[in-house]
């Protein structure tokens, strides 16, 4: 995912920003990846900067894969960056770091452990929010094409002619 | 070529629906120059527009009018509006099916007399002789071109399907094979042999798999006799004041309500629409609905005992690749009450693609517990548990009046709760599944529930005596003498096996008795 903000480069719009939480930088109208390697940034209009990284933070702790990079967690959530979706995510996020005000951190993404930012989110398990972004993650980041390949999944075979010569019975282990 | 039928025509059959039921039934009529009108609420796709991507498959052919559910069944809780997963196409959910083609086993038919008397199960016998099915199987079996019958070899065992059998012998299962499936094992019937792409669910872009949508639908129009008209959405059945049917209200593709005139109707819209179309057509002379003396249409709901056994081994699988159903296990399916339960059940293979597996394996779950088994999907095997469920008054499709579709009329609500039997059955199951796949040293094993019915049967039961059940022997109605019910809602219990066949096989008896009796001035 890139970001091409007034034809800004990632690293001109990293010379504005800040570090937001552990893995990720925000600025005005934007999120990226804090690492030097990653490659991706995401636009925001509706939503603040750091709710947007808090999303993805919860869409990262609600299907945790370690292989799985935060762009795809981002492409997952950055649906909800509209007019209509914005003040409920707002509210639902606001409603996140006031829980984690009440275990002693200032931010939900300030927790450290996944362990702990689970359990503050197993109480909102029955809020309309979390079924709401729960929900969508189901499709919004394992009906991610991209993400296939990274658990093995192969996707359609019919324009390669299936698999009759391409290994349907090759397993070798039994 | 298509027949163009006048709607004011009132010597034509019409059939409502063109799935397994329909689509067979609408043929078989039209070779024996019976004129047919076929009318199918959804569209026309063919192979080469079948998309294989789950979840795009689902959007392009799924039923996915609104619906509602209740009862204790967990499709209810995770699955609110989607009681059921089946296809708005022409070809119905033959587009969908996996193919598996077994026949009853002979004391399935006398589920009442063999089974005895179960507290809470509404249990009878069908009004068949096992006997007089032998012919009709053998017809179905060589229309859908079933392997390991009529001389048809099996298809080859795909990996999922090896990991599968090995851990069955371990375990002294004798009865595992690759199936009798309807998918060509070579070429047959001007179609060609199963490629093994994977994507069964979604539809065979190689025509490997019988599916009406490409064999008996164009077959029956070829004759000049069927005219199918898509897009074409039944709301209601009128009668007249002697208690015969008289013409179908549709909504034609435009949205404009017409009215086909008719001598017989034959309903095969799947076990939700059937009952609903039914229980929507009440007048004045029939308050509860068409068909409806007995207070048994939409009762008796059954989607058969089913649930998945998933297992990760240390070692990739790759299940997906090849048939989706690539076997069977059938010790099971005996009738053994030594195991805590009457009736039996199969064990089949089954892999669903990444996407379904994340929305299915353990709907609503989320955290590690859930995500390190998908992070294994490489690794994954699966099979499906197919079972006879127990007819229950209770289970049933009614009317709620609280909820329209998009043509105004009340959806079907579907409800649903697991009898004690079933439970027994499923337990028995999971702990089978699971001991197979140990054999093979799973590190793994997700039991996993009941999908959305992909099976459904039995709201408009056979019976002998029309107090127990709406139609008869023929699937005709015991009120209505120039009404039928054509599709798996006719099933008067549901036995161990995967349905179709043993739909296919009643329609094509019941074609050779609608014919008959049109011949006879009967109808
Ligand atoms: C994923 C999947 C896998 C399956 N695998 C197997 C298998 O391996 N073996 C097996 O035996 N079975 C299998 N089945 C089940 C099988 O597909 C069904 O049992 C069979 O298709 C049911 O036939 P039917 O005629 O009752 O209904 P359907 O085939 O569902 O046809 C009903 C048709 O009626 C139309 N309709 C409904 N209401 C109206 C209306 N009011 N007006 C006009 N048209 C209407 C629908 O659009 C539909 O096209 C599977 C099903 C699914 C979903
Ligand atoms: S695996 Fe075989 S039957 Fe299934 S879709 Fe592919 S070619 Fe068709």
């Known amino acids: 995912m890139s970001l091409s903000k007034q034809g800004m480069t990632r690293r001109q719009l990293l010379s504005q920003s800040a570090l937001f939480g552990a893995g990720f930088v925000i600025g005005a109208g934007f999120v990226a990846g804090k690492a030097s390697a990653s490659n991706w940034a995401l636009e925001v209009e509706h939503l603040n900067p750091g709710t947007m990284a808090t999303l993805i933070q919860m869409a990262r702790d609600i299907y945790p894969h370690d292989q799985v990079g935060d762009q795809h967690y981002a492409t997952a959530v950055k649906g909800y960056d509209t007019a209509e979706a914005a003040e409920g995510v707002e509210a639902g996020v606001a409603a996140l770091n006031d829980a984690a005000r009440g275990v002693g951190y200032a931010r939900y993404i300030d927790i450290g452990w996944e362990r702990d930012r689970a359990d503050l989110l197993r109480g909102f398990e029955d809020t309309a929010f979390f079924q709401q972004v729960r929900g969508g993650l189901v499709t919004g980041l394992y009906n991610q094409k991209a993400v296939w390949p990274i658990f093995g999944y192969e996707g359609e075979s019919f324009s390669e002619g299936g698999y009759i010569d ?3 019975d090759d397993i070798h282990w039994l | 070529m298509s027949a163009p039928f006048d709607l004011t025509d009132d010597s034509v059959v019409v059939v409502i629906g063109t799935g397994a039921g329909g689509g067979v039934l609408a043929n078989e009529l039209a070779q024996k120059g019976v004129s047919v009108v076929a009318l199918e609420a959804g569209g026309r796709y063919l ?39 089946i296809v708005k196409a022409v070809g119905g959910t033959t587009t969908h099916w996996a193919g598996a083609s077994l026949r009853f086993q002979d004391h399935e038919w006398k589920a009442h007399s063999t089974y005895g008397d179960v507290e809470g199960a509404n249990l009878l016998d069908w009004p068949i002789d096992p006997r007089e099915m032998d012919d009709y199987y053998t017809r179905a079996e060589n229309k859908l071109g079933v392997t390991r019958t009529g001389g048809r070899a099996g298809l080859p065992g795909n990996n999922n399907f090896k990991v599968f059998e090995k851990g069955a012998r371990e375990l002294g299962y004798k009865a595992v094979h690759t199936g009798r499936m309807a998918i060509n094992s070579a070429d047959y019937d001007e179609r060609p042999a199963c490629q093994q792409t994977g994507f069964c669910f ?55 309500q017409q009215e086909q005139k008719m001598r017989v109707a034959c309903v095969a819209g799947n076990s939700i629409e059937s009952p609903r179309l039914l229980l929507n057509s009440a007048s004045p002379m029939f308050p509860d609905g068409l068909a409806n003396s007995s207070g048994q249409v939409g009762r008796n709901y059954m989607r058969h005992v089913t649930g998945s056994v998933y297992a990760v081994f240390d070692q990739p699988v790759r299940m997906w690749r090849g048939t989706t159903m690539a076997g069977i296990i059938q010790d099971e399916a005996v009738h053994d009450p030594s195991r805590g339960f009457v009736g039996g059940y199969e064990l089949e293979t089954l892999a669903l693609g990444l996407p379904f597996m994340a929305a299915f394996l353990d709907p609503g779950a989320w955290g590690r517990e859930l995500t390190t088994a998908l992070d294994h999907y490489e690794n994954m095997a699966g099979m499906w548990i ?59 094993v997700f039991p996993t529930p009941p999908y959305p019915s992909t099976h459904n049967l039995g709201t408009n039961r056979m019976s002998s005596n029309p107090r127990d059940g709406v139609v008869n022997t023929y699937g005709q109605s015991h009120d209505l003498g120039n009404l039928f019910i054509s599709d798996g809602s006719q099933f008067t219990t549901g036995a161990a096996e995967n349905p179709t066949l043993t739909i296919v096989a009643l329609a094509i008896r019941q074609a050779e008795y609608i014919a008959a009796e049109l011949g006879r001035q009967n109808l």
């Open chain 1, 166 to 168: 391409r290994g349907f």
């Open chain 2, 47 to 85: 192979p080469e527009d079948y998309i294989n991507d789950e979840w795009e498959s689902f959007g392009q052919l799924a039923w996915a009018d609104p619906r509602t559910t209740s009862g204790d069944w967990r499709v209810s809780k995770d699955f609110s509006g989607l009681p059921a997963w």
């Open chain 2, 202 to 256: 979604q539809g065979c872009k190689w025509g490997a798999k019988w599916s009406t949508a490409y064999t008996d639908i164009p077959r029956g129009e070829a004759t000049g006799n069927l005219e199918v008209r898509e897009r074409c959405h039944v709301l209601r059945i009128e009668h007249n004041e002697a208690g015969k049917v008289t013409g179908v209200i549709y909504a034609d593709a435009d949205g404009n």
């Open chain 2, 386 to 444: 197919v079972g006879e469920d127990m007819p229950q008054e209770t289970n049933r499709i009614t009317l709620n009046t609280d909820v329209t579709d998009q043509h105004g009329l009340p959806v079907a609500n579907v409800h649903f709760d697991d009898h004690p039997n079933d439970v027994a059955m499923r337990d028995h199951a999971y702990s089978q599944g699971k001991a197979v796949y140990e054999a093979v040293g799973a590190t793994r």
